[in-house]
């Protein structure tokens, strides 16, 4: 097997959680399957701890990383492959893109998220008009469009990607407890994400005053604000590290992904729930998006639409502990069978050594004809 190159520019280091799990955590397996991939973020640590701490946009330094990321593209001729995180230059046309694709070189570009939105949705009617097609043409530009559900695909399709692989966010679970934990003490409902996803679980705060009444239950929510509070629900937050996170949520009975019915939120990988289910919890979820496709009903969680559901589903698993216990160990089982990185690594190798494949046959892969990639389809059952 012959070894390629791959130029992969991710938006964030690996403090960055998006950059993290679908970029660098790949990197030792797709060594021993002979791609060699050098990273180029195109923020350093700095910019993100002022981004998520204090909220703050260094201007001067976005356009600084932005020059030093044009300098960089020069090189990537050299390469098999250049592997973008969603868009090289944010808030630019996709003129690089599309003249890069034009010289030859083959991009892979990847999304875990609903970054269209961010343009096609922008209230300003000049701006929307100019920008709302950019991601479409990144990705009818892209050699392969790697994508984390079948929201994200679909919008492929209609761009006129010519190849799709659904790739999903997954964890390494060598990491995780392999044991199922037996949390003692008050029942603890857990939630993790950032003050930018906050509003989801607030979408739910309505149904958690009546689940903590009586004192045996509250809300373990990791890397909320400080302003977080329910009336009439004790709620404890945990500041977010990735040293700890994997402990904190291990102490909870139960984990819960609410969304919001929302364009962005059917364009969410689900993430929380991997993790939940990683740690063998049970888990109660909106059935909406990729969360839909995660889950299980019955067997590796429930799922809720309404406050009244959301009430049921929390009292249900935690008045039966066999019923919750037998829910996690399914979940987990899940993901390890296909959201693990152990099971999804061989996928996304065989999908970059598609896109750098230049031979005649590489032809017949492509998935342009509206099949929306079936050649690299859903690991999930």
């Given at each position: 097997?012959?070894?390629?190159?791959?130029?992969?520019?991710?938006?964030y280091?690996?403090s960055?959680?998006?950059?993290?799990?679908r970029?660098?955590?790949?990197l030792?397996?797709?060594?021993?399957?002979?791609?060699?991939?050098?990273?180029?973020?195109?923020h350093e640590?700095?910019?993100?701890?002022?981004?998520?701490?204090?909220?703050?946009r260094?201007?001067?330094?976005?356009?600084?990383?932005?020059?030093?990321?044009?300098?960089?593209?020069?090189?990537?001729?050299?390469?098999d492959?250049?592997?973008?995180?969603?868009?090289?230059?944010?808030?630019?046309?996709?003129?690089?893109e599309?003249a890069?694709?034009?010289?030859?070189?083959?991009?892979?570009?990847d999304?875990?998220?609903?970054?269209f939105?961010?343009?096609?949705?922008?209230?300003?009617?000049?701006?929307?008009?100019?920008?709302?097609?950019?991601?479409?043409?990144?990705?009818?530009?892209?050699?392969?469009?790697?994508?984390?559900?079948?929201?994200?695909?679909?919008?492929?399709?209609?761009?006129?990607a010519?190849?799709i692989?659904?790739?999903p966010?997954?964890?390494?679970?060598?990491k995780?407890?392999?044991v199922?934990?037996?949390?003692?003490?008050?029942?603890?409902?857990?939630?993790?994400?950032?003050?930018?996803?906050?509003?989801?679980?607030e979408?739910?705060?309505?149904a958690?005053?009546?689940f903590?009444?009586?004192?045996?239950g509250?809300?373990?929510?990791?890397?909320a604000?400080?302003?977080?509070?329910?009336?009439?629900?004790?709620?404890?937050?945990?500041?977010?590290?990735?040293?700890?996170?994997?402990?904190?949520?291990?102490k909870?009975h139960?984990?819960?992904?609410?969304?919001?019915?929302?364009?962005?939120?059917r364009?969410?990988?689900?993430f929380?729930?991997?993790?939940?289910?990683?740690?063998?919890?049970?888990?109660?979820?909106s059935?909406?998006?990729?969360?839909?496709?995660?889950?299980?009903?019955g067997?590796?969680?429930?799922?809720?639409?309404?406050g009244?559901?959301?009430?049921?589903?929390?009292?249900?698993?935690?008045?039966?502990?066999?019923?919750?216990?037998?829910?996690?160990?399914?979940?987990?089982?899940?993901v390890?069978?296909?959201?693990?990185?152990?099971?999804?690594?061989?996928?996304?190798?065989?999908?970059?050594?598609?896109?750098?494949?230049?031979s005649?046959?590489?032809?017949?892969?492509?998935a342009?004809?509206?099949?929306t990639?079936?050649d690299?389809?859903?690991?999930?059952?």
């Amino acid at each position: 097997m012959q070894r390629i190159r791959v130029l992969c520019f991710p938006r964030y280091t690996a403090s960055g959680p998006s950059s993290r799990y679908r970029f660098y955590q790949f990197l030792p397996g797709l060594s021993d399957h002979k791609i060699d991939v050098t990273l180029f973020p195109l923020h350093e640590d700095d910019y993100v701890k002022e981004l998520y701490v204090n909220h703050n946009r260094d201007h001067v330094k976005f356009a600084l990383a932005l020059a030093k990321r044009m300098m960089l593209l020069l090189q990537a001729r050299n390469f098999d492959i250049v592997w973008i995180a969603g868009e090289l230059f944010p808030w630019l046309p996709s003129t690089m893109e599309n003249a890069l694709s034009r010289l030859g070189v083959r991009l892979v570009v990847d999304y875990d998220d609903a970054l269209f939105h961010r343009y096609d949705q922008l209230s300003n009617p000049v701006l929307r008009t100019v920008y709302r097609k950019k991601i479409d043409r990144v990705m009818a530009a892209a050699s392969l469009v790697v994508v984390g559900n079948d929201y994200l695909a679909e919008r492929a399709t209609v761009a006129g990607a010519k190849r799709i692989a659904r790739i999903p966010t997954v964890i390494d679970l060598s990491k995780y407890p392999s044991v199922q934990p037996s949390p003692a003490g008050e029942f603890t409902v857990g939630w993790i994400g950032s003050p930018v996803t906050q509003s989801a679980l607030e979408s739910i705060l309505p149904a958690l005053p009546a689940f903590c009444a009586g004192g045996d239950g509250h809300i373990s929510a990791i890397g909320a604000s400080e302003d977080l509070s329910v009336a009439g629900c004790r709620v404890v937050r945990i500041p977010w590290t990735e040293e700890t996170e994997i402990g904190d949520l291990s102490k909870c009975h139960v984990g819960v992904m609410p969304l919001i019915g929302d364009a962005w939120s059917r364009g969410k990988c689900g993430f929380k729930l991997i993790q939940y289910m990683g740690c063998h919890l049970p888990v109660v979820a909106s059935p909406i998006g990729a969360n839909a496709q995660i889950v299980v009903p019955g067997e590796t969680g429930l799922f809720a639409s309404n406050g009244g559901e959301w009430l049921d589903g929390l009292c249900r698993l935690r008045a039966d502990e066999a019923y919750r216990r037998r829910l996690g160990a399914a979940g987990r089982i899940r993901v390890e069978r296909n959201y693990s990185l152990e099971a999804v690594l061989p996928r996304l190798a065989a999908a970059l050594r598609s896109a750098a494949d230049r031979s005649p046959r590489s032809v017949g892969l492509s998935a342009s004809n509206g099949s929306t990639g079936r050649d690299f389809d859903s690991i999930a059952p």
